[in-house]
């Protein structure tokens, strides 16, 4: 849908059913700088005006081109921080209070680094944007993503070990049922593992693809008894790669196929 005016957005995923929407900031802008304070508060409003609200952010480092976490370049290093923390005040200005740290190309290791030393530079990294974060009233949650990917942070326990070094409650984690190939458990073991670090969850088929074109429907009702099972009350976004099918057929069969599966719960 980034084709269209936000207005538009929102007002289309409002009335398919949608609750709220998450925003991949360089679909607006190449530099969050860019977006001005006016614009922002044009943006809640249309939510407002919608019946949904904005959730938070995801795809967080894909512009500006030169954004790299854990490079050893220590002076786009801490530059990259820094708009970390400029995200966490542009979520925060739109009523976000999550921020998917999933941005594969932006944190896997470069530079001659190992895995190892490119995890310490994201473990720093997020030491120093979780307390502006919590400031702001917003969570960075980090995104396994599997090895074809990344090769930083690949599973949900070493996002749970991540969690962990950096010790603060501005960063948890999120499950994605999408980007577990590299895991071994099953979705609900997995869920009911590391239930108390999952602060989000996404959703779509395996290959990529929007909710019911193929076996979601069957496949992830698990995962979701599993939610359901463990109290969770936080949101579950729609999320898709592949957009040839157009904006209008992608949200409105995801979600008839979510409420398939949450029939099944």
Known sequence: ??????????SFAGQVGYKGIEIAPFTLAENVDDISADQRAKMVQAAKNAGIQIVGLHWLLVTPKWLHFTTPDDDI???TWDYMNKLADFCSDLGGKVMIFGSPKQR???????????????????????PHA?????KILIEPLDHTQTDVVNTLAEAVEVVKAVNHPAVQTMFDFHNTADETEPFDVLIKKYFPYIKHVHVQEMDGRYLGTGNAVHDYVPGFRALKEKGYTGWVSLEVFDFTPGPETIATESMKTLQKIIAQV
């Open 1 to 10: 849908m980034k084709e269209w005016p936000w207005e538009k957005q929102c």
């Open 77 to 79: 290093r801490k530059r």
């Open 108 to 130: 896997g290791s470069v530079g001659g680094l190992t895995k190892e030393q490119a995890t310490q530079n994201l473990i720093e990294g997020l030491k120093y944007c979780a």
């Open 134 to 138: 919590q400031e702001r009233g917003v």
